[in-house]
Protein backbone atom coordinates (compact mmCIF):
# COMPACT_ATOMS: atom_id res chain seq x y z
CA UNK A 1 0.00 0.00 0.00
CA UNK A 2 3.17 2.53 0.66
CA UNK A 3 3.96 1.92 -2.71
CA UNK A 4 0.55 2.77 -4.20
CA UNK A 5 0.28 5.77 -2.39
CA UNK A 6 3.44 6.65 -3.45
CA UNK A 7 2.68 6.75 -6.93
CA UNK A 8 -0.75 8.13 -6.89
CA UNK A 9 0.97 10.76 -4.81
CA UNK A 10 3.96 11.52 -7.29
CA UNK A 11 1.44 11.55 -10.13
CA UNK A 12 -1.01 13.85 -8.70
CA UNK A 13 2.42 16.14 -7.93
CA UNK A 14 4.49 15.54 -11.49
CA UNK A 15 2.62 18.95 -12.61
CA UNK A 16 4.12 20.70 -10.32
CA UNK A 17 7.67 19.45 -10.01
CA UNK A 18 7.54 19.61 -13.83
CA UNK A 19 6.97 22.78 -13.49
CA UNK A 20 9.16 23.74 -10.75
CA UNK A 21 12.17 22.09 -11.95
CA UNK A 22 11.68 23.73 -15.27
CA UNK A 23 11.32 27.42 -14.11
CA UNK A 24 14.43 26.23 -11.64
CA UNK A 25 16.97 24.89 -14.62
CA UNK A 26 15.77 27.99 -16.74
CA UNK A 27 16.91 30.16 -13.81
CA UNK A 28 20.01 28.66 -12.61
CA UNK A 29 21.36 27.74 -16.41
CA UNK A 30 22.43 31.49 -16.68
CA UNK A 31 24.05 31.76 -13.81
CA UNK A 32 25.81 27.95 -13.23
CA UNK A 33 27.45 26.23 -16.35
CA UNK A 34 27.96 22.98 -14.29
CA UNK A 35 24.53 20.97 -15.67
CA UNK A 36 24.29 18.22 -13.10
CA UNK A 37 24.48 21.15 -10.55
CA UNK A 38 21.62 22.65 -12.29
CA UNK A 39 19.58 19.73 -12.56
CA UNK A 40 20.26 18.50 -8.67
CA UNK A 41 18.85 21.74 -6.94
CA UNK A 42 15.88 21.98 -10.36
CA UNK A 43 15.33 18.23 -8.68
CA UNK A 44 15.34 19.53 -4.84
CA UNK A 45 13.15 22.57 -5.80
CA UNK A 46 10.79 20.77 -7.85
CA UNK A 47 10.47 18.12 -4.84
CA UNK A 48 10.28 20.71 -2.22
CA UNK A 49 7.53 22.50 -3.50
CA UNK A 50 5.94 19.55 -4.04
CA UNK A 51 5.60 18.51 -0.66
CA UNK A 52 4.92 22.21 0.41
CA UNK A 53 1.66 22.26 -1.97
CA UNK A 54 1.53 18.24 -0.74
CA UNK A 55 0.82 19.63 2.95
CA UNK A 56 -0.82 22.77 2.72
CA UNK A 57 -3.68 21.22 0.84
CA UNK A 58 -3.87 18.53 3.61
CA UNK A 59 -3.53 20.59 6.33
CA UNK A 60 -6.28 23.71 4.79
CA UNK A 61 -8.69 20.51 4.33
CA UNK A 62 -8.28 19.32 7.48
CA UNK A 63 -8.77 22.94 9.47
CA UNK A 64 -11.56 23.47 7.24
CA UNK A 65 -13.21 19.96 7.84
CA UNK A 66 -12.32 18.97 11.14
CA UNK A 67 -13.41 21.83 13.36
CA UNK A 68 -16.90 21.80 11.15
CA UNK A 69 -17.43 17.90 11.33
CA UNK A 70 -17.34 18.27 15.41
CA UNK A 71 -19.58 21.13 15.36
CA UNK A 72 -21.90 19.68 13.19
CA UNK A 73 -21.84 16.55 15.23
CA UNK A 74 -22.03 18.41 18.51
CA UNK A 75 -25.27 20.90 16.69
CA UNK A 76 -27.03 17.85 15.71
CA UNK A 77 -26.36 15.78 19.25
CA UNK A 78 -28.07 19.29 21.21
CA UNK A 79 -30.59 19.56 18.73
CA UNK A 80 -32.06 16.25 17.19
CA UNK A 81 -35.10 16.12 19.43
CA UNK A 82 -35.87 19.23 18.79
CA UNK A 83 -35.04 18.86 14.95
CA UNK A 84 -37.36 15.63 15.19
CA UNK A 85 -40.53 17.52 16.45
CA UNK A 86 -39.80 20.69 14.06
CA UNK A 87 -40.03 17.89 11.35
CA UNK A 88 -43.56 16.12 12.87
CA UNK A 89 -44.89 20.00 12.69
CA UNK A 90 -43.94 20.30 9.59
CA UNK A 91 -45.35 16.89 8.22
CA UNK A 92 -48.69 17.36 10.04
CA UNK A 93 -48.90 21.09 8.67
CA UNK A 94 -48.32 19.44 4.89
CA UNK A 95 -51.41 17.00 5.49
CA UNK A 96 -53.94 18.89 7.30
CA UNK A 97 -55.58 20.13 4.26
CA UNK A 98 -55.86 16.28 3.28
CA UNK A 99 -56.79 14.12 5.95
CA UNK A 100 -57.00 10.89 3.71
CA UNK A 101 -53.39 11.23 2.71
CA UNK A 102 -52.86 12.10 6.69
CA UNK A 103 -54.47 8.57 7.47
CA UNK A 104 -52.15 6.75 5.89
CA UNK A 105 -48.62 8.63 5.88
CA UNK A 106 -48.22 9.48 9.24
CA UNK A 107 -48.50 5.98 11.05
CA UNK A 108 -45.73 5.13 9.11
CA UNK A 109 -44.13 8.42 9.73
CA UNK A 110 -45.31 7.96 13.45
CA UNK A 111 -43.32 4.39 13.38
CA UNK A 112 -40.16 5.54 11.58
CA UNK A 113 -39.45 7.94 14.53
CA UNK A 114 -40.59 5.53 17.00
CA UNK A 115 -38.44 2.71 15.38
CA UNK A 116 -35.11 5.17 15.61
CA UNK A 117 -36.34 6.31 19.07
CA UNK A 118 -36.40 2.78 20.37
CA UNK A 119 -32.74 2.08 18.25
CA UNK A 120 -31.09 5.03 20.10
CA UNK A 121 -32.39 3.89 23.63
CA UNK A 122 -32.30 0.21 23.20
CA UNK A 123 -30.14 -0.92 20.70
CA UNK A 124 -27.15 1.90 21.19
CA UNK A 125 -26.79 2.54 24.70
CA UNK A 126 -26.71 -1.17 25.75
CA UNK A 127 -23.86 -2.09 23.09
CA UNK A 128 -21.60 1.26 23.71
CA UNK A 129 -18.75 -1.47 24.90
CA UNK A 130 -18.98 -3.16 21.44
CA UNK A 131 -18.88 0.57 19.51
CA UNK A 132 -15.93 1.31 21.69
CA UNK A 133 -14.11 -1.73 20.84
CA UNK A 134 -15.33 -1.04 16.93
CA UNK A 135 -14.29 2.43 17.01
CA UNK A 136 -10.94 1.18 18.66
CA UNK A 137 -10.43 -1.04 15.66
CA UNK A 138 -11.34 1.57 13.15
CA UNK A 139 -9.24 3.99 14.75
CA UNK A 140 -5.91 1.11 14.26
CA UNK A 141 -6.98 1.00 10.82
CA UNK A 142 -6.62 4.77 10.62
CA UNK A 143 -3.36 4.85 12.30
CA UNK A 144 -2.06 2.27 10.02
CA UNK A 145 -3.16 3.93 6.84
CA UNK A 146 -1.63 7.23 8.11
CA UNK A 147 1.39 5.47 8.74
CA UNK A 148 1.08 3.77 5.42
CA UNK A 149 0.43 7.69 3.91
CA UNK A 150 3.49 8.60 5.13
CA UNK A 151 5.90 6.10 4.33
CA UNK A 152 4.03 6.44 0.68
CA UNK A 153 4.90 10.10 0.69
CA UNK A 154 8.88 9.66 1.18
CA UNK A 155 8.06 6.75 -1.69
CA UNK A 156 6.53 9.69 -3.79
CA UNK A 157 9.96 11.67 -3.36
CA UNK A 158 11.60 9.01 -4.52
CA UNK A 159 9.52 8.21 -7.44
CA UNK A 160 9.57 11.88 -8.54
CA UNK A 161 13.38 12.07 -8.24
CA UNK A 162 13.79 8.48 -10.27
CA UNK A 163 11.27 9.44 -12.84
CA UNK A 164 13.48 9.80 -15.89
CA UNK A 165 15.67 6.66 -14.64
CA UNK A 166 12.41 4.28 -14.47
CA UNK A 167 11.10 5.77 -18.04
CA UNK A 168 14.52 5.15 -19.54
CA UNK A 169 14.54 1.78 -18.19
CA UNK A 170 10.92 1.19 -19.43
CA UNK A 171 11.80 2.17 -22.83
CA UNK A 172 14.68 -0.51 -22.65
CA UNK A 173 12.73 -3.13 -21.63
CA UNK A 174 10.14 -2.61 -24.19
CA UNK A 175 12.68 -2.42 -27.03
CA UNK A 176 14.41 -5.61 -25.36
CA UNK A 177 11.82 -7.83 -26.12
CA UNK A 178 9.76 -6.31 -28.94
CA UNK A 179 10.95 -5.55 -32.73
CA UNK A 180 11.20 -1.88 -33.20
CA UNK A 181 8.50 -0.43 -35.06
CA UNK A 182 6.05 -2.45 -32.58
CA UNK A 183 8.23 -0.98 -29.92
CA UNK A 184 7.25 2.15 -31.33
CA UNK A 185 4.01 1.72 -30.91
CA UNK A 186 3.79 0.77 -27.78
CA UNK A 187 5.78 3.67 -25.86
CA UNK A 188 3.18 5.61 -28.39
CA UNK A 189 0.30 4.57 -26.59
CA UNK A 190 1.70 4.76 -23.52
CA UNK A 191 2.51 8.36 -23.77
CA UNK A 192 -1.31 8.98 -25.15
CA UNK A 193 -2.47 6.76 -21.94
CA UNK A 194 -0.38 9.52 -19.44
CA UNK A 195 -2.07 12.56 -21.80
CA UNK A 196 -5.21 11.20 -21.25
CA UNK A 197 -4.83 10.11 -17.39
CA UNK A 198 -3.07 13.43 -16.69
CA UNK A 199 -5.40 16.17 -18.87
CA UNK A 200 -8.93 14.32 -17.05
CA UNK A 201 -7.38 14.24 -13.59
CA UNK A 202 -5.83 17.53 -13.70
CA UNK A 203 -8.95 19.51 -15.10
CA UNK A 204 -11.15 17.01 -12.91
CA UNK A 205 -9.62 18.44 -10.02
CA UNK A 206 -9.74 22.27 -10.68
CA UNK A 207 -13.40 21.65 -11.76
CA UNK A 208 -14.23 19.53 -8.53
CA UNK A 209 -12.23 22.93 -6.48
CA UNK A 210 -14.94 25.72 -8.63
CA UNK A 211 -18.08 23.42 -7.78
CA UNK A 212 -17.12 23.14 -4.42
CA UNK A 213 -16.20 27.25 -4.41
CA UNK A 214 -19.34 28.24 -5.37
CA UNK A 215 -21.63 25.86 -3.67
CA UNK A 216 -20.06 27.56 -0.75
CA UNK A 217 -20.66 30.88 -1.89
CA UNK A 218 -24.26 29.83 -3.01
CA UNK A 219 -25.00 28.28 -0.03
CA UNK A 220 -24.07 31.44 2.27
CA UNK A 221 -26.28 33.37 0.17
CA UNK A 222 -29.65 30.97 0.88
CA UNK A 223 -28.33 31.07 4.01
CA UNK A 224 -28.15 27.40 4.41
CA UNK A 225 -26.52 25.59 7.75
CA UNK A 226 -23.38 23.23 7.36
CA UNK A 227 -21.94 25.68 4.57
CA UNK A 228 -18.09 24.53 4.43
CA UNK A 229 -18.99 21.28 5.41
CA UNK A 230 -21.42 20.08 2.31
CA UNK A 231 -19.60 22.64 0.18
CA UNK A 232 -16.37 20.39 0.95
CA UNK A 233 -18.86 17.04 0.30
CA UNK A 234 -20.26 18.45 -2.78
CA UNK A 235 -16.71 19.54 -3.93
CA UNK A 236 -14.82 16.28 -3.23
CA UNK A 237 -17.78 13.96 -4.41
CA UNK A 238 -18.02 16.20 -7.97
CA UNK A 239 -14.43 14.25 -8.85
CA UNK A 240 -16.50 11.57 -9.37
CA UNK A 241 -17.82 12.19 -13.34
CA UNK A 242 -22.22 12.32 -13.79
CA UNK A 243 -22.70 11.13 -10.19
CA UNK A 244 -20.92 13.35 -7.86
CA UNK A 245 -23.04 15.50 -7.30
CA UNK A 246 -25.57 13.66 -6.60
CA UNK A 247 -23.71 11.68 -4.23
CA UNK A 248 -22.58 14.34 -2.25
CA UNK A 249 -26.22 15.39 -1.82
CA UNK A 250 -27.49 13.18 -0.28
CA UNK A 251 -25.80 13.20 3.06
CA UNK A 252 -25.66 16.71 2.63
CA UNK A 253 -29.60 16.94 1.93
CA UNK A 254 -30.08 14.48 4.93
CA UNK A 255 -28.52 16.84 7.53
CA UNK A 256 -30.09 20.09 6.17
CA UNK A 257 -33.60 18.36 6.51
CA UNK A 258 -32.41 17.84 10.10
CA UNK A 259 -32.58 21.69 10.09
CA UNK A 260 -35.42 22.89 7.92
CA UNK A 261 -37.13 20.60 5.44
CA UNK A 262 -37.96 23.66 3.06
CA UNK A 263 -34.28 24.76 2.89
CA UNK A 264 -33.19 20.81 1.61
CA UNK A 265 -35.91 21.42 -0.63
CA UNK A 266 -34.00 24.49 -2.14
CA UNK A 267 -30.79 22.85 -1.68
CA UNK A 268 -31.55 19.63 -3.78
CA UNK A 269 -33.03 22.23 -6.60
CA UNK A 270 -29.76 24.38 -6.50
CA UNK A 271 -27.67 21.11 -7.22
CA UNK A 272 -29.67 20.20 -10.05
CA UNK A 273 -28.93 23.38 -11.29
CA UNK A 274 -25.31 23.07 -10.48
CA UNK A 275 -24.97 19.50 -12.11
CA UNK A 276 -26.37 20.91 -15.25
CA UNK A 277 -24.28 23.89 -15.14
CA UNK A 278 -21.32 21.13 -14.42
CA UNK A 279 -22.09 19.22 -16.85
CA UNK A 280 -23.00 21.28 -19.92
CA UNK A 281 -20.98 24.45 -19.17
CA UNK A 282 -17.94 24.18 -16.94
CA UNK A 283 -16.97 20.81 -17.83
CA UNK A 284 -16.70 20.74 -21.47
CA UNK A 285 -15.20 24.33 -21.09
CA UNK A 286 -12.41 22.71 -18.58
CA UNK A 287 -11.93 19.38 -19.69
CA UNK A 288 -12.37 19.71 -23.50
CA UNK A 289 -12.42 16.90 -25.78
CA UNK A 290 -9.56 15.13 -23.40
CA UNK A 291 -10.97 11.45 -23.54
CA UNK A 292 -13.24 11.77 -26.40
CA UNK A 293 -15.87 9.09 -25.29
CA UNK A 294 -19.45 9.80 -26.45
CA UNK A 295 -21.79 10.21 -23.32
CA UNK A 296 -23.22 6.66 -22.98
CA UNK A 297 -19.65 5.10 -22.79
CA UNK A 298 -18.89 7.68 -19.86
CA UNK A 299 -22.36 6.57 -17.86
CA UNK A 300 -21.13 3.04 -19.10
CA UNK A 301 -17.34 3.29 -17.75
CA UNK A 302 -18.41 4.77 -14.48
CA UNK A 303 -21.01 1.62 -14.01
CA UNK A 304 -18.69 -0.67 -15.17
CA UNK A 305 -15.31 0.17 -12.86
CA UNK A 306 -17.20 1.66 -10.26
CA UNK A 307 -18.92 -2.16 -9.28
CA UNK A 308 -15.48 -3.44 -9.94
CA UNK A 309 -13.31 -1.11 -7.84
CA UNK A 310 -16.06 0.89 -5.98
CA UNK A 311 -14.64 4.38 -5.46
CA UNK A 312 -11.21 4.85 -6.70
CA UNK A 313 -12.87 2.85 -10.02
CA UNK A 314 -15.45 5.50 -10.72
CA UNK A 315 -12.60 8.28 -10.29
CA UNK A 316 -10.75 6.41 -13.14
CA UNK A 317 -12.99 4.71 -15.33
CA UNK A 318 -13.84 7.57 -18.06
CA UNK A 319 -9.73 7.99 -18.93
CA UNK A 320 -9.21 4.23 -18.27
CA UNK A 321 -12.21 3.16 -20.60
CA UNK A 322 -10.98 5.95 -23.09
CA UNK A 323 -7.80 4.06 -23.51
CA UNK A 324 -9.39 0.76 -23.90
CA UNK A 325 -11.55 2.25 -26.22
CA UNK A 326 -9.24 3.55 -28.53
CA UNK A 327 -7.00 0.25 -28.58
CA UNK A 328 -10.42 -1.58 -29.54
CA UNK A 329 -11.00 1.17 -32.38
CA UNK A 330 -7.07 0.62 -33.63
CA UNK A 331 -7.45 -3.08 -33.50
CA UNK A 332 -11.05 -3.04 -35.33
CA UNK A 333 -9.60 -0.15 -38.10
CA UNK A 334 -6.80 -2.27 -38.66
CA UNK A 335 -8.11 -5.79 -39.47
CA UNK A 336 -10.75 -4.68 -41.44
CA UNK A 337 -8.47 -2.88 -43.30
CA UNK A 338 -6.74 -5.93 -44.01
CA UNK A 339 -9.46 -7.34 -45.43
CA UNK A 340 -10.11 -4.66 -47.52
CA UNK A 341 -13.15 -3.04 -46.40
CA UNK A 342 -14.22 0.32 -45.13
CA UNK A 343 -13.13 1.54 -41.86
CA UNK A 344 -15.83 4.16 -41.83
CA UNK A 345 -18.68 3.96 -39.37
CA UNK A 346 -21.44 5.79 -41.88
CA UNK A 347 -20.88 2.80 -44.56
CA UNK A 348 -22.33 0.38 -41.89
CA UNK A 349 -25.90 1.68 -41.33
CA UNK A 350 -28.39 0.28 -42.92
CA UNK A 351 -26.19 -2.45 -43.95
CA UNK A 352 -27.71 -5.60 -44.85
CA UNK A 353 -24.76 -7.66 -46.03
CA UNK A 354 -21.64 -7.31 -48.19
CA UNK A 355 -21.04 -8.80 -51.61
CA UNK A 356 -18.24 -11.63 -51.16
CA UNK A 357 -17.33 -10.80 -54.84
CA UNK A 358 -18.05 -7.45 -55.28
CA UNK A 359 -16.98 -6.33 -51.81
CA UNK A 360 -20.06 -3.58 -52.31
CA UNK A 361 -22.44 -3.02 -49.38
CA UNK A 362 -25.99 -3.81 -49.91
CA UNK A 363 -28.47 -1.99 -48.17
CA UNK A 364 -30.52 -3.71 -45.68
CA UNK A 365 -33.62 -2.59 -47.48
CA UNK A 366 -33.01 -4.69 -50.53
CA UNK A 367 -32.21 -7.31 -48.46
CA UNK A 368 -35.99 -7.01 -47.62
CA UNK A 369 -36.82 -6.81 -51.25
CA UNK A 370 -35.02 -9.53 -51.94
CA UNK A 371 -36.29 -11.48 -49.42
CA UNK A 372 -40.14 -10.52 -50.04
CA UNK A 373 -39.44 -11.71 -54.08
CA UNK A 374 -37.88 -14.96 -52.73
CA UNK A 375 -41.09 -15.67 -50.24
CA UNK A 376 -43.24 -14.03 -53.19
CA UNK A 377 -41.51 -16.63 -55.87
CA UNK A 378 -42.29 -19.61 -53.11
CA UNK A 379 -45.27 -18.89 -52.73
CA UNK A 380 -46.12 -19.02 -56.33
CA UNK A 381 -43.15 -22.27 -57.32
CA UNK A 382 -45.65 -23.82 -54.91
CA UNK A 383 -49.29 -22.71 -56.08
CA UNK A 384 -48.24 -23.99 -59.46
CA UNK A 385 -47.28 -27.26 -57.91
CA UNK A 386 -50.50 -27.75 -56.32
CA UNK A 387 -52.80 -26.75 -59.43
CA UNK A 388 -50.93 -29.55 -61.46
CA UNK A 389 -51.12 -31.95 -58.22
CA UNK A 390 -55.61 -30.95 -58.67
CA UNK A 391 -55.26 -31.31 -62.57
CA UNK A 392 -53.43 -34.39 -62.27
Known amino acids: MPIIYGAVLAYLMLPVYNKTKELTDNYLSQAVKNEKTVNRI ?26 EIYNSIMGLQATIGENINNLNL ?5 FEENSTLEQYIMPVYEQVVTEFQNWLTIDLVPNVSKIISEVSTGLFNVVTVLKNILIGIIVMVYFLNIKDTLSAQAKKIVYSLVNLKRGNKIISEVRFAHKVFGGFITGKLLDSLIIGIMCFFALQFLDMPYVLLVSVIVGVTNVIPFFG ?32 FDGNILGPKILGDSTGLPSFWVLFSILLFGGLFGFVGMIIAVPLFAVIYRFIS ?51 EASESEQEETKE
Open 90 to 94: WVERI
Open 330 to 380: IYVSKSLAKKELSVNTGDYFNLGYIDEEKRSYVDKRCCREEELFGQQEILR
Open 42 to 67: GKAAGTLTSLVVLFAIVAGLCRMILP
Open 245 to 276: PFIGAVPSAFLILLVSPMKCLYFLIFILVLQQ
